[in-house]
Every structure is written in structure tokens, then in C-alpha cells.
């Protein structure tokens, strides 16, 4: 074991969590008290007893996270780990806020839970964070979906509120990188600040710099008036710089620089301003391969991206749809449209598509129905009229066309995602390759109208290497077509 032993007391209602916990701990060595009711654990803090507590929320007496600001205030250096089946990022804010070491979603796997004991036993107490409790968010989920996917951001996020790291949010395009950037804002210590959004890709590229950091009056043609920038506006709070891969290089490189010195100047200006923003910035390119061709700095790529957050696709969180449709439809009632249900057959075929927009796409196709169809029950012969009406393509990956290498990439992806707990089976590296020759083969085949000893040329293939490879994959060569 890796730490010495300690006295724990463990609480959740569920008798089956407490022998797993006990043995589990027992066996590192560690001596385990265990009840059912939050009202014992209580008192057995009280009596001085234990140097760690594991704690449910929901027991029949008392609610687990209500209990640890009075575990705090008691005895402020026990650490409490807190265990909930709610998961929503709620949970984790409200653990993380309110001083909990550790929040833990379950099911949770055992090797972690002992992994953050170790941790909570081992960290010196002054490294605890945990604010007063004042003022927590009210409880409107600012993001949708328990998956396990959603819980690792979560758990990332409530980790993040009360610090000013730099995060860097990438995903797909609208897998919800702005709502976690104001997330971080709205439940964060600079939440009485303002939030400032940019978007690089929707500002001329001439602009951006003056956008960012104002101007003075004259500084170019054009600038009748001195200008604030988005850096000045969101002085005391949080900067959401959006699409940064879209961020001209100029104008990177002078961020790099505000970033660096923690001070700027107007353009055109002299007088220094102190930088005082959180910056949170967001991608939905792959900002590696931006590096790569030479049009994104590595050394900003390396400041932003401090903390990272992926966001999972709708794609790899389907188990999620219910819960967002859910939450839309009564969203649009709220503003007044006519609440509708969904049959459970459509909400079955809403998880088969593959949602290429992601929670735009389908928060859009929620409106829709609620909008055009006036039936109450939404059945499946309206989701299918949906997608076909709209014309959705289930291939298309994303609103940009991709590159050779990005669409690989998401076949391999896809392929990984459906063996889920499993991997492919063993030689998938030439399956791979045989599946790229093939087109590859074939189309050149095709644009030399089946001519061998110029496609041969083309491909810069040996003649007979081509020839093998045409029988090895058994392509068909047609001759004189096209
Ligand atoms: N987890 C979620 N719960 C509820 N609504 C969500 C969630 N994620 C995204 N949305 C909604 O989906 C829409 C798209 O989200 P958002 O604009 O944050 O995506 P994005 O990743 O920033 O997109 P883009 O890259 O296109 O700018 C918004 O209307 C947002 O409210």
C-alpha cells in the first residue's frame, strides 16, 4: 500500500457500496467504520473520530453534500470524498464549492476511488481548495447529459472554476465549447465580471487585432474614434477567444506576446494595460496540424492549451439524447410553444442517426418538431420525414470538408467506437492500408482509363508491384472507360 494507515468512515445507504468500500480499503490496510445514516457519521465526526470520510449524497436522513460545509467548519482538516449517482455538473460544482476533497460519480471504479484515498491522505492540507459556500449557481443545469463521457468534464470543470487556468476547449462544432467557456465563468470566482466572447472566424482578419485590443483614435484609416477592446472589456473577468485556429498569424503572435507580459497596448497606443482576464479559448480544428502546416504559433498553442478539454461528439454520448430532448422540448415550451412528448420508437431512431452538427443539430431538430408538427406525441414517421426532408446526411462528418487525413481518421475513430469495451481484432494496421490502396488504386486505374504502365507512372509504383496489387486486391481493370 502507498500510504499508511488511516481510519476511515464510509457512508452510503447502499449496504453493497459499503462491503466493496470496506474490503477494498481493509485490504490497503486501512481501518474502516461504516453506516447507512448520514445523522452516524455525523456524530462519529463530532466524537473526533476518522481521517477521511467517504460520503454518499443521498441517504434517507441527510444529503451528503449539505453535510460537508458543517464537516469543514468542525473539523477543517478532515477531507471528505463525496460519492453521488446524481451526476450532473451541478453535483460537482456543488462538491467542489463547497469544500469536498474529491466528487466521485457512480458507478465509479474501485482502482480510482483508492487512487484519490491515497491522494486525500497523502496532499498537505494547506493545498485543499473549497470556497465558503456563498452564492452557488441555482440548480438549472447549465449542461446536459450524465454519460461517462460528460462526467470526466464535470469532474474537470468543477476542478477548474476556482482557479484562472488557461483552458483550451476543443470538439466538434456544436458539441457545447462556448456553454462550458461561460460555465466556467458563470460558477467560477470571477463570475461577478464580465463575460466576453470573440469569435476569430466571424471578424475580418484586418480587424481582429483592434477587436482584441481597441485602438486609438487615427491609428489607421478608418479609426474616427478611440476603441475599447474585448481584452479591456472583459478587464476583472473571463475572455472566450472562439475558433482560435481561425486567429491570423499576426495576430497571434501579438497575443503571445499580451499573454507573456501580462500587459498590452492600444493599437496605436503607448500606455500599457495590465491584462486581467481568464482566458478560455476553443477549437473545433486540430490545432497539431495547424502547427504542422505552419499556420498556428506552437508556442501560443502551448500557453492556451494549459488545461485541455475535449468535448465528446453527440456520437459518443447517444445515451444522452433523452435527457437533451427532453430538456429542449421544455425549453420551447417555456417560451411558449406546445409541450410535446416523443414516442420512445423516435427516440430510439434519434439515437441511431449520427448527429454530424451534434447538439446544435439536434436542438434544432427539436424546435422543428415542436414548431411544425401539431401532434402531442411525436412518433417516428415524423423524425424520419425529418431526416429526409432535411435532407441530413448520415456522412456528413462536419460543416467543412474534411482532409484525406481527418476523414481516416474518423473512419479508424468510428471503427475503435463500435467495438466499444473491445478492440478490433489483431492486423488492423494492414486492413487499414489495404482499404486506403483499394480506392486509391482504383480511381487512378479509372482517370488512366485502365492503362497500368501509366497509372504505374502516376502512382510512382513499380509496373509490377501495380500488377500485384491489382491481384492481390482483386480490382477489376476496365479498359478505355472514362
Ligand atoms: N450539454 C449541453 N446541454 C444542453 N445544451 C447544450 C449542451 N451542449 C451544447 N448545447 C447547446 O447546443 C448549442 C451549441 O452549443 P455551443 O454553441 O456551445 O457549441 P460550440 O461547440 O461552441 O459550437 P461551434 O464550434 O459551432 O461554435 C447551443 O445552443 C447550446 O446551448
Do not use: C
Not at 449542461?143 to 476542478?159: C, K, P, V
Not at 465580471?193 to 485602438?215: K, T
Amino acid at each position: 500500500m502507498s500510504t499508511s494507515p488511516a481510519r476511515i468512515l464510509v457512508a452510503d445507504d447502499d449496504r453493497a457500496i459499503r462491503t466493496v468500500l470496506t474490503q477494498a480499503l481493509s485490504r490497503q490496510g486501512h481501518e474502516v467504520r461504516s453506516t447507512g445514516h448520514g445523522r452516524t457519521l455525523w456524530d462519529w465526526i463530532a466524537d473526533g473520530d476518522g481521517d477521511l470520510v467517504i460520503t454518499d449524497v443521498m441517504m434517507p436522513d441527510e444529503n451528503g453534500l449539505d453535510m460537508v460545509p458543517r464537516i469543514r467548519k468542525l473539523r477543517p482538516d478532515l477531507r471528505v470524498i463525496v460519492m453521488s449517482a446524481q451526476n450532473t455538473l451541478m453535483t460537482a460544482v456543488k462538491a467542489a464549492q463547497r469544500g469536498a476533497f474529491e466528487y466521485l460519480p457512480k458507478p465509479f471504479d474501485l482502482n480510482e476511488l483508492m487512487a484519490i484515498v491515497d491522494r486525500a491522505l497523502e496532499t498537505p492540507q494547506e493545498s485543499q481548495t473549497g470556497k465558503s459556500g456563498d452564492e452557488e449557481g441555482d440548480d438549472r443545469l447549465p449542461l446536459i447529459g450524465r454519460s461517462a463521457a460528460m462526467q470526466e468534464i464535470y469532474r474537470a470543470l468543477a476542478r477548474l472554476m476556482n482557479t484562472d487556468l488557461t483552458v483550451m476547449v476543443t470538439g466538434e462544432s456544436g458539441t457545447g465549447k462556448e456553454l462550458v467557456a461561460r460555465a466556467l465563468h458563470e460558477y467560477g470566482g470571477r463570475r461577478h465580471g464580465p463575460f466576453v466572447a470573440i469569435n476569430m472566424a466571424a471578424i475580418p482578419r484586418e480587424l481582429i487585432e483592434s477587436e482584441l485590443f481597441g485602438h486609438e483614435k487615427g491609428a489607421f484609416t478608418g479609426a474616427n474614434e478611440r476603441k475599447v477592446g474585448r481584452f479591456e472589456q472583459a478587464e476583472g473577468g473571463t475572455l472566450f477567444l472562439d475558433e482560435i485556429g481561425d486567429m491570423p498569424l499576426e495576430a497571434q503572435t501579438r497575443l503571445l506576446r499580451v499573454l507573456q507580459e501580462g500587459e498590452y497596448t492600444r493599437v496605436g497606443g503607448r500606455t500599457p494595460i495590465r491584462v486581467n482576464v481568464r482566458i478560455v479559448a476553443a477549437t473545433h480544428r486540430d490545432l497539431r496540424k495547424l502547427i504542422r502546416e505552419g499556420t498556428f504559433r506552437e508556442d501560443l498553442f502551448y500557453r492556451l492549451n494549459v488545461v485541455p478539454i475535449r468535448l465528446p461528439s453527440l456520437r459518443e454520448r447517444l445515451e444522452d439524447i433523452p435527457e437533451l430532448v427532453n430538456h429542449f422540448l421544455m425549453q420551447a415550451s417555456e417560451e411558449g410553444l406546445p409541450r410535446k412528448t416523443l414516442s420512445a420508437e423516435a427516440m430510439g431512431r434519434l439515437k441511431a442517426h449520427r448527429w454530424p452538427g451534434n447538439i446544435r443539430e439536434l436542438e434544432n431538430m427539436v424546435r422543428r418538431l415542436t414548431a411544425l408538427y401539431s401532434h402531442d406525441v411525436i412518433g417516428v414517421d415524423v423524425i424520419e420525414t425529418e431526416f429526409s426532408e432535411n435532407n441530413i446526411s448520415e456522412a456528413a462528418p462536419s460543416a467543412e470538408p474534411q482532409s484525406l487525413s481527418e476523414s481516416i481518421e474518423r473512419h479508424v475513430r468510428e471503427y475503435f467506437d463500435a467495438h466499444e469495451e473491445d478492440l478490433p481484432s489483431n492486423g488492423l494496421y494492414d486492413r487499414i492500408l489495404r482499404e486506403m490502396e483499394r480506392p486509391l488504386l482504383n480511381v487512378t486505374l479509372e482517370a488512366t482509363r485502365g492503362n497500368q504502365v501509366k497509372a504505374a507512372e502516376v502512382l510512382g509504383l513499380n509496373r509490377n508491384t501495380l500488377r500485384k496489387k491489382i491481384r492481390d486486391l482483386g480490382l477489376e481493370v476496365v479498359r478505355g472507360t472514362k
